[in-house]
Nanobody, 112 residues
Framework: QVQLVESGGGVVQPGGSLTLSCAAS????????MAWYRQAPGKERELVAR???????NYADSVKGRFTISRDNAKNLVLLQMNSLKSEDTAIYYC??????WGQGTQVTVSS
């Protein structure tokens, strides 16, 4: 089982930026697909962004143009750069890797 450890969550003002980091316990070369999900209060968990080993990316319509997912294979990290944050982005964000591995979740709160 792959261990995923997240960091970077916090409280930001609307319009602000935040970068989430997910550290994997194995080489990212061995993980073809990684992704970020989020779950807002009272909502189901939803896919935010995904990235393949070949850097093919997909984004939810709600974050497209604002969020960027990337891999740092040398450091076994998957990053989620979040810009122009909105209150509706408030959620617990989870890192995911192929093979049904999940991180512990990190809270992102967008509030004034």
């Amino acid at each position: 089982q792959v261990q995923l450890v997240e960091s970077g969550g916090g409280v930001v003002q609307p319009g602000g930026s935040l970068t989430l980091s997910c550290a994997a316990s194995v080489s990212l070369f061995s993980i073809y697909v990684m992704a970020w999900y989020r779950q807002a209060p009272g909502k189901e968990r939803e896919l935010v962004a995904r990235i393949t080993w070949g850097d093919i990316t997909n984004y939810a319509d709600s974050v497209k143009g604002r969020f960027t997912i990337s891999r740092d294979n040398a450091k076994n990290l998957v990053l989620l750069q979040m810009n122009s944050l909105k209150s509706e982005d408030t959620a617990i964000y989870y890192c995911y890797s192929a093979g049904d591995n999940w991180g512990q979740g990190t809270q992102v709160t967008v509030s004034s």
